[in-house]
């Protein structure tokens, strides 16, 4: 999307960004990081059952390891490449070995947001659907705004049986018990 395609942006109203999200090469490491020095804390890992994703025209399961955490109430999320599959974090990996990638927008509608996103001009450089061992579904689209807005916009709807929820503090715990989050131990590895 170009700076003159933001008159076709009139009708689209998103939420206020409500994550962070960064590429790391090791999550253990940065998890203690992030903890220790930012005191960003507790951290959740996702319990993936199955991430399908579509770039460049190709579809493929995903392999990813997610670390969740808050900080005044905005989202953290660290992500870690399981897989040398191109992906859209492989060319930050391949750069500068990681780092601030994306900012996320927790949506409703998922798929009319997105009609509304393409129809304005913004195109989708990956999407996918997201399925955790509890039963939780994600669906994602990262957009082509870099040259807009200098980092790529990322529109994201989850659903727990079926009825939309937020990222925050509570709701992690709610995944805990539905088997979708594990708690990550802060303690030092051995």
Known sequence: MHAEGLEKMKGVKLPKVSQIGI???????????????LNIKPWF??????????????????ELDIALAFSAGMEIELIQMLTGRECIYSEIMKKQGGGLHHLGIMVTGFDRKLDQLKAAGIGVIQSGVIKTVGGAVTKYAYMDTVSTCGIISEIIESKLIGI??????????????????DLIPLEEPS
């Open 23 to 37: 590429v790391v090469p090791d999550i253990g490491t940065a998890v203690r990081y992030y903890s220790k020095f």
């Open 45 to 62: 890992r996702t319990k993936t059952r199955s991430n399908d994703a579509d770039f460049k025209g190709d579809s493929f399961p995903l």
């Open 164 to 181: 939309p929820v937020f990222h925050n503090n509570f709701m992690m715990h709610v995944g805990r018990l539905t088997g979708d989050i």
